[in-house]
């Protein structure tokens, strides 16, 4: 078997919030084989950040993780300063949800896209220049040469978005981690910027992680696609499948939640609150706002595990498939 890019196992991740520690990702397991693509979805506040943040080991002073974070078989969370600069540099790239708090305001489009480029000090600065003039043109940037020379407040957000890309893709990386890079953006640049990024991704041969709350863009774009809830994965599976025959309500209701474009019946949100990973009971995570808990649900924790090729973490999940609705469903009391 291949060694995937990414593999991370029973991660657990504690912050500290004044004087406790919370927990805000619990036993979470997950692969990304070469140049694959995972979808991660999830509400707000369920962990898809701090997912990312963790594999790139940029957690704030004080967190406690447990758990291994393999890139390309060795663990990040116990590399040494110089592999861990060289991982972040030349293994993995991130791309954010607003670009404008990722860059410098104050220098040029042009210094900032060479600047990782003449860290090496094997490439001239006229060959720099040349390498990202054609990266602006693959992320479909006209006029290449007059952009260098502008400053992020002059480039509008998909623009800037695209710089990002390039930026991204400057080191050639192996591994993407995208976080909810197109939802800043108004819907026909986030169409653009999709397809750019997916052009290039496959092209390169890339293992992306794409994070977003849409699980039809997930998708879309992904191989596989995993659902998280309170810091937990409850659902893993090749993106059409857990798209068209959701095996955990938690998934279904995601999908129902989507607006969809000219329907006549309005998105409905999954009643409730969703709740923090800190908060999470003994039993399933999502048992508060399940239409179909039962009592072993609030008392035991149910564990990923294998059904029909997917995983999911439900008690009930044979039984209810392919019925589970949120139609009926109250806001709990
Ligand atoms: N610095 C921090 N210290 C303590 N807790 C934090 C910190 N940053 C985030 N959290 C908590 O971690 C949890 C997960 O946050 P995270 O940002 O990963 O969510 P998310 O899924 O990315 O949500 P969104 O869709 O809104 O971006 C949240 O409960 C949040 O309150
Ligand atoms: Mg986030």
New binding site residues.
């Given amino acids: 078997m291949t060694t995937p890019v990414l593999a991370i196992e029973h991660l657990h991740v504690e ?1 500290p ?1 004044r004087a406790e520690m ?1 927990t ?1 990702l619990h036993d979470v397991s997950l692969t990304i084989g070469p140049s694959e693509a995972l979808g991660l979805v ?1 509400e ?7 997912t990312a943040r963790s594999i790139m080991r940029l957690l ?1 002073p004080g967190a406690s993780t447990t758990g291994t974070i393999l890139f390309e078989g060795v663990d990040v969370l116990t590399m040494h300063h110089d592999a861990l600069l060289a991982f972040r540099r030349k293994g993995v790239a991130m791309i954010y949800q607003d670009p404008r708090a990722h860059i410098n305001p104050v220098r040029t489009i042009g210094d900032f896209l060479t600047e990782g480029i003449l860290l090496d000090g094997s490439v001239s600065t006229a060959e720099a220049q040349a390498k990202v003039i054609s990266l602006l043109d693959e992320v479909g940037i006209p006029d290449a040469k007059r952009r260098l020379r502008q400053y992020p407040h002059q480039l509008s957000g998909g623009l800037l978005q695209r710089v990002m890309i390039a930026a991204a893709l400057s080191e050639e990386p192996r591994l993407l981690l995208a976080d ?1 890079p197109t939802t800043a953006l108004d819907v026909t640049t986030q169409e653009e910027v999709m397809a750019i990024l997916d052009q290039l991704r496959v092209e390169r041969s890339l293992a992306m992680l794409f994070i977003t ?1 849409d699980l039809d863009l997930a998708a879309a774009v992904s191989d596989r696609v995993a659902a998280m809830y309170a ?1 937990v994965i409850i659902e893993v599976g090749d993106a059409a499948s857990l798209h068209t025959d959701s095996l955990h309500p938690y998934t279904v209701g995601l999908l129902d939640s989507r607006p969809e474009f000219g329907a006549r019946v309005r998105a409905r949100p999954i009643p409730g609150r969703p709740i ?2 800190s908060e999470a009971p003994p039993g399933c995570v999502f048992a508060e706002r399940c239409p179909y808990v039962t009592e072993r649900c609030r008392s035991e924790r149910p564990i990923l595990r294998e059904v029909d090729g997917r995983l999911v973490a439900c008690h009930r999940a044979e039984e209810l498939r392919g019925t589970i609705s949120f139609a009926g469903a109250q806001e709990p009391r």
Avoid: F, I, P, Q
Wanted: no cysteine; hydrophobic share 35%.
């Fill in positions: 912050l919030v919370r805000v999830g707000s506040g369920s962990g898809k950040s701090m704030s909810e709350h810091g923090l990973a």
